[in-house]
């Protein structure tokens, strides 16, 4: 059983800072890549940031050069630093994953999810 737990998130003013965290837990083989979406209400789920087991990444044009994701692979935990924020960028945000339990397989996983506010 894969688990994916989110924290950071929070109410914040415009321009401030963000940091949200994604740990992944359970039997896990390896991780080969990792994202963050959001949905805001009304929307559909987007893609904020992705990153590959190799480091290569990539941002939503909306946010690129103020969110920036990385990741801590003894942790098994996949971050995303969220800058300059505007209210546009209220969303819960969702941490994705996907994840080998073994050798030859992967699967999608999920998070629950955690509300990110700005306040205008």
């Known amino acids: 059983q894969v688990q994916l737990v989110e924290s950071g998130g929070g109410l914040v003013q415009a321009g401030g800072s963000l940091r949200l965290s994604c740990a992944a837990s359970g039997s896990i083989f390896s991780i080969n890549a990792m994202a963050w979406y959001r949905q805001a209400p009304g929307n559909l789920r987007e893609v904020v940031a992705s990153i590959t087991s190799d480091d290569r990444t990539n941002y939503l044009p909306s946010v690129k050069g103020r969110f920036t994701i990385s990741t801590d692979n003894a942790k098994n935990t996949v971050y995303l630093q969220m800058n300059s924020l505007k209210a546009e960028d209220t969303a819960v945000y969702y941490c994705?994953?996907?994840?080998?339990?073994?050798?030859?397989?992967?699967?999608?996983?999920w998070g629950q999810g955690t509300q990110v506010t700005v306040s205008s």
């Open positions: 994705a994953a996907d994840i080998s339990v073994l050798a030859g397989t992967r699967d999608g996983y």
